[in-house]
């Protein structure tokens, strides 16, 4: 009896052998049996009750068994915060992918799975996003492992997205090329939504990017145009537009968005004037600066929104009041014949009072690009102003105080102002009158002064020429107001923005043909200089005239030529240099404009524009490694996973 036992256990063991074993999903998909046949259930897990597809199948793609399981697994709780970690950033996309896996189709009983193009498209699009908070790309959503090719069968989860006839404000960017903009107000997620989806539109042509990130963490996204998107390119001019530095300013926020859609349309449509400005310059466009104090300022409603709420950052910080007083320097400096004007260093003193991590990022991105034009949208009231905006004598309020450069200034506030139907219209009675004599531009300390805002900063730490457009004198319209708004405005920032293009441009290089960097450009009798990039190239922004151009830098001759701008000339002139090596540095040759503003302990280089600055975190002392075991700062939503918290989140140091 016991031998009978024995041989039936001995061929039991080999039937289980020779039983072929199922890796997670391969049952489902029919490549394997355990004996249980799977059919397909309604899809009932509420993060993915939006999905194309009304079926699914347990055990799914992860083996796991039922509805139940995945509801309190880490995978599902990350695709239910991912919103929140990313800020709005590649969703819904990255949650319909998700859902892809946990919930995957079904069909007449047999599994299907997601194609593997869509998850290699969206994670190259979304990587930078995750490595923007630390967090390593979700085990569950590696394209090899789980996604199909289009030969073996799948399906495309985020077909919706692209296709549904349906205009919902998020699918209004459909692929027939159109300019359909909806005039709307955009929460902060509705804004990088649409501006994620103008840049996958345009995906040749456009990018989108963060330069850091608020005190309550909301990253600060740019979208670029350019036709090497990413990349700084040779001659090329950069330019940029920033708005909703005040967060109850919106017109110029909503201006941004809809001008990035209308870029993109109409380059699609081949529109000759959008393809020329973006075949021939990268422009950057951030819409909120202050996406903090937007969000408490929309609390209260369009139309209805005071002069104070929401103006201000969450750290109850004025951005525009906020930047290093470089102008009070000058101003000192200015009786020192040999003193420089331009790429004044950030003072010590500066960094020991409060300064946002918004005022940061835009600083540090400032040094990052060759920034060469800028304007900054505001709203209460109607006319553009140029520097300086803070009075070159303290107690005078209202005091003209011009910059060396003020017939450019002039003629860069004119070409706003001249294309802009109210702002040059003649009536005294109207938003804006008070500036009706004046042009409908002024100089900022004229106005009023103040002292830390962005526009004097530009113009004295970079080459970048900044002005400021005050847009209406309703910070917070209604939205049926907003598509005069754009109206009114368009054709001002498109000419604004071709502006970029005047004065000259060039290379200065050596004997041998090698760029040379922080290479000083001087226009004699205009006491303000400019310095070329990394590769040698610079712009000069010069109104018409006829100039003696110089250029020079440390341990090369100096060169000067003549040049003229004739009065009916729209695009900059080129004017190159070749400086010889005299083979060792001068003694009595001034120092180069970034060897001391960069040479000593910089809090701005040492920032990361990318923190969570709304959480406190220990100081490191200088020069000493950070603690790579302390869990990044979005580790306390998986709090109540326990023993079962996503590991494979935490990046491999």
């Known amino acids: ?89 590649c969703n819904p996309d990255l949650r319909l992918l998700s859902c892809s896996i946990l919930a995957p189709q079904c069909e007449k009983d047999k599994m299907i799975k997601p194609c593997r193009h869509v998850c290699e498209n969206l994670r190259k699009n979304c990587l930078p996003a995750f490595d923007t908070i630390d967090m390593a790309w979700p085990y569950f959503l590696d394209c090899d492992r789980f996604f199909a090719g289009e030969e073996e069968g799948c399906f495309d989860p985020l077909a919706k997205l692209r296709g549904e006839p349906e205009l919902a404000e998020e699918d209004l960017l459909v692929e027939v090329p159109t300019t359909l903009i909806q005039f709307t107000h955009h929460s902060y997620s509705k804004m990088v939504s649409i501006l994620k989806k103008t840049a996958s539109r345009c995906s040749h042509i456009a990018r989108t990017y963060s330069i850091g990130r608020s005190f309550e963490g909301r990253d600060l996204f740019v979208i670029e145009f350019s036709t090497n998107p990413g990349h700084h390119d040779l001659m090329k001019p950069e330019f940029k537009y920033i708005g909703n530095m005040h967060g109850n300013e919106v017109v110029g926020k909503e201006l941004l968005i809809y001008l990035a859609q209308y870029l993109c349309s109409e380059y699609l449509l081949g529109n000759p004037r959008i393809q020329t400005l973006i075949n021939n310059t990268r422009i950057h466009l951030l819409p909120s600066l202050n996406p903090d104090g937007y969000e408490l300022a929309a609390e209260e409603g369009a139309g209805y929104n005071g002069w104070i709420n929401g103006r201000q950052t969450a750290q109850n910080l004025d951005l525009n009041r906020n930047f290093p007083d470089l102008t009070s320097e000058v101003y000192n400096r200015a009786g020192l014949r040999w003193a420089r004007l331009d790429h004044i260093p950030i003072p010590q003193s500066y960094w020991e009072g409060k300064v946002a991590p918004e005022t940061k990022a835009v600083m540090k991105w400032m040094r990052a690009i060759p920034f060469v034009l800028s304007a900054s949208l505001h709203g209460g009231e109607l006319v553009v102003t140029y520097p300086y905006d803070f009075s070159r004598h303290p107690l005078e309020e209202k005091m003209f105080s011009p910059t060396p450069d003020e017939q450019m200034f002039r003629l860069l506030a004119k070409a706003y102002a001249g294309a802009h139907p109210i702002i040059s219209d003649k009536s005294e009675g109207r938003c804006g009158g008070n500036f009706v004599k004046r042009g409908g531009i002024i100089n900022g300390a004229q106005w009023y002064s103040f002292t830390g805002g962005m526009a004097d900063f530009n113009y004295l730490h970079t080459n970048c020429f900044e002005i400021t457009l005050e847009l209406g004198c309703e910070k917070f319209p209604l939205e049926e107001e907003l598509y005069l708004a754009w109206h009114e405005n368009k054709e001002s920032l498109l000419t604004f923005m071709e502006m970029v293009h005047r004065g000259i441009k060039g290379i200065v290089s050596d004997t041998f043909g090698n760029p040379i960097k922080n290479a000083r450009i001087s226009v004699k009798g205009i006491r303000h200089d400019v310095i070329t990039a990394a590769g040698g190239d610079y712009w000069r922004l010069l109104p018409p005239g006829t100039y003696i151009i110089s250029a020079h830098a440390i341990g090369y001759s100096k060169v000067m030529k003549r040049v003229t701008l004739p009065a009916k000339m729209k695009r900059a002139g080129r004017v190159n240099f070749v400086l010889r090596s005299l083979g060792t540095r001068p003694k009595n040759f001034l120092r180069g404009p970034m060897e001391d503003i960069y040479e000593r302990y910089d809090p701005l280089e040492h920032f990361d524009p990318h923190a969570q600055h709304a959480q406190s975190e220990p100081r490191e002392e200088r020069g000493q490694p950070a603690r790579h075991n302390e869990k990044p700062w979005w580790w306390s939503y998986f709090s109540s996973l326990g023993q079962h918290k996503p590991l494979w989140l935490l990046k491999q140091r």
Do not use: W
Request: aromatic letters at 6%; glycine letters at 8%; charged letters at 20%.
């Open 1 to 89: 009896m016991l031998l009978r036992v024995l041989l039936f256990l001995g061929a039991l063991v080999r039937v289980i052998e020779l039983a072929p074993r199922c890796e997670p999903g391969q049952e489902t998909l029919g490549q394997c049996q355990t004996g249980e046949k799977a059919k397909c259930v309604d899809i009932t897990l509420g993060s993915c009750g939006d999905v194309p597809y009304t079926k699914t199948m347990y055990p799914n793609l992860l083996d796991q068994k039922s509805r139940e399981v995945v509801e309190f697994s880490s995978e599902y709780i990350l695709m239910s915060v991912l919103h929140n970690l990313l800020q709005g950033e």
